[in-house]
């Protein structure tokens, strides 16, 4: 099982970035998919979720800036950041969960600065 996280990189305050994670060996469709973040010095925190049936949560730090979606058919699962800040500056990383069971990618750097 391998989740692949991409589409991390350098971008200017209120910029957009689209992050991407492509599962192998395992099919996205019978998990719940979500994004987290680690900035630095600080601990992992979920930033959005979504479910098997489409249903997405985020975190109040994203909200309204976010976008989760899933494609089941490419087996992808894409965070959409728009009005970037410094305080988004993180590793941000792909997370499959199903019945207590957790699968996370690599990790992808995401850094907000002028």
């Known amino acids: 099982v391998q989740l692949q996280a991409s589409g991390g990189g350098l971008v200017q305050p209120g910029g957009s970035l689209r992050l991407s994670c492509v599962g192998s060996g395992i099919l996205i469709s019978r998990y719940v998919m979500s994004w987290y973040r680690q900035p630095p010095g600080q601990q992992r925190e979920l930033v959005a979720s979504v479910n098997i049936v489409g249903e997405k949560d985020y975190a109040d730090s994203v909200k309204g800036r976010a976008i989760i979606s899933r494609d089941n058919r490419k087996n992808t699962v894409d965070l959409q950041l728009n009005s970037l800040k410094s305080a988004d500056t993180a590793v941000y990383y792909c997370?499959?969960?199903?019945?207590?069971?957790?699968?996370w990618g690599q990790g992808t750097l995401v850094t907000v600065s002028s």
């Open positions: 997370k499959g969960g199903l019945r207590g069971v957790a699968h």
